[in-house]
């Protein structure tokens, strides 16, 4: 999948993860509320260690190095809290245990001790007592201990301890933030699996993938798709008619279809589009100076003649089954340039038509009147007339709706007409976002609308009455 179509699931997937960033933000808030809020004091101490007899002031200060790693390590030990905080401290020792840090900065020798309670008055009040015998209960358990000052090491209190009004955790902003952005990226993920356990097709590179044919065209998704009549008017910078024009000159270069050809239109489904496609194709032609036939052929449902407003009753039922001769049934498309077979009435048997001997006479008649032959065919599911028709036809052509089929549905249509050999050309993807459909350039859009204005500004006006020349004009 495309990095782009990764963007757009999740555009087209964004009420989920907006619901994903709302329930991250629920959890967030329920978690600081649920949470104890936390108060620190902190106080800070410059040790220093006297140079002992034999040392030189280099060794002192390594000393003092040493003596501040291991002062972070003893201070939160629960036995040494237990006797820093005796029975006569403020804050009993039981209350501290597991609530009191310690660092150490071996470059700049100072010690920091941080007290975290729930309350902060008794924060304040245990980093006091440790700022006033942190440095004796040190003392007490060294070992070596001198009698004078020598090789002894003082703990001066340089910081604090701080009094803390404003809890430090939970931390209401970091949460919220950070649950935001937790449960959108959850929103995220969530879209993104259920676009790639999607298997309906989307872009043109999954359709030639699944396919291995090249997409030809892609339909926008228009109002006028539906309306076949809306189809055969004119929009000279239409995207719609952009897209017929460049279906009409993809498949004049296909090698497999050849000038004469009888182009059968077809789906996997339907409901895809596939009669859209034909009368836009058969116009495009039409409008090419192409002789162009646009022909029925699904005998199941005839549906075209009454969508396109043409009379109804014979048609290519009719013909099939010799009650009538192919130039009777031909009825002439209004003002689009091209002629329509109709299917005429449903049969009993229209399978048994379509694969009928008369079938391939027909199109034989048609091919010697026409340049263009388009088969508006049934679709491949669950039907066989397509396959049949794909055996008579010089090419097919497979149209596939944007989301509509899946990968394995369409392989399986094409699988259909390879087992009776017919040749498909390529596709057309129908129904497409604007962002994946045919774009008409800028600069044709603007030439196209002002061709159109002055074709209207050209048309012939009303005759003028020659008026009559005076004598004195013609002397003049």
């Given amino acids: 999948m495309e990095l782009a179509e990764y963007g757009r ?123 006033s015998r942190l440095s004796e209960s040190l003392r007490a358990v060294e070992a070596g201990q001198t009698k004078d000052a020598a090789g002894q090491t003082d703990l001066n209190v340089v910081g604090g301890p701080t009094a803390s009004t404003d809890p430090v955790s939970p931390r209401v902003g970091l949460n919220l933030g950070l649950g935001a952005l937790l449960g959108l990226g959850a929103g995220i993920v969530l879209v993104v699996s259920r676009r790639l356990g999607d298997k309906r097709l989307r872009t043109p590179a999954e359709v030639e993938e699944a396919a291995a044919v090249p997409v030809l065209a892609r339909i926008p998704a228009a109002g006028e798709a539906g309306n076949f009549i809306s189809i055969l008017q004119q929009r000279p910078a239409s995207g719609f008619d952009e897209a017929a024009r460049r279906l009409r000159t993809n498949i004049d270069h296909l090698p497999a279809a050849p000038a004469s050809a009888v182009l059968v239109i077809t789906s996997a489904t339907p409901g895809e589009g596939k009669s859209t496609v034909a ?54 498309a209004p003002g689009a340039g091209f002629d329509v077979v109709a299917a005429g009435a449903a049969p009993d048997n229209p399978t048994e038509l379509i694969a009928s001997r008369s079938m391939t006479a027909v199109l034989g008649e048609m091919r010697g009147s026409y340049t263009r032959v388009i088969i508006d065919a049934p679709a491949l599911q669950p039907l066989s007339d397509a396959a049949l028709l794909a055996v008579r036809s010089d090419s097919t052509v497979m149209v596939v709706m944007y989301q509509k089929v899946s990968r394995e549905l369409l392989r399986s249509s094409l699988r259909n007409l390879e087992l009776v050999k017919g040749r498909v050309s390529g596709a057309v993807l129908t129904a497409l976002p604007r962002q994946l459909a045919e774009a008409v350039p800028a600069g044709l859009r603007r030439s196209r609308l002002s061709g159109a204005r002055r074709k209207r500004r050209a048309a012939p006006a009303a005759p003028v009455e020659p008026q009559p020349v005076t004598e004195a004009a013609g002397k003049h």
Avoid: C
């Fill in 279 to 332: 009368l836009m194709l058969a116009r495009a032609w039409a409008e090419a100076g192409e002789r162009t036939l646009l022909v029925e052929a699904d005998l199941h449902k005839p549906q075209l003649a009454h969508d396109l407003g043409l009379p109804g009753g014979l048609g290519l039922t009719d013909v099939l089954a010799g009650r009538s001769a192919l130039k009777s049934v031909i009825q002439h």
């Fill in 9 to 131: 699931a999740i555009v087209r997937g964004w009420l989920w993860v907006l619901a994903g960033l709302l329930a991250g933000l629920g959890a967030a808030a329920l978690v600081t509320a649920s949470t104890i809020p936390m108060y620190q004091s902190a106080v800070k101490f410059y040790v220093v260690s006297h140079t002992a007899v034999g040392q030189s002031p280099l060794q002192s200060l390594e000393l003092s190095r040493g003596r501040v790693a291991a002062y972070a390590s003893l201070i939160e030990s629960d036995s040494f809290i237990r006797q820093l905080f005796s029975s006569n401290s403020s804050v009993p020792s039981a209350e501290v245990e597991g609530s009191i840090s310690a660092s150490a900065n071996q470059d700049t020798r100072i010690l920091t001790v941080v007290v975290s309670l729930p309350d902060p008055a008794k924060a304040t009040q245990a980093a006091q007592t440790i700022a």
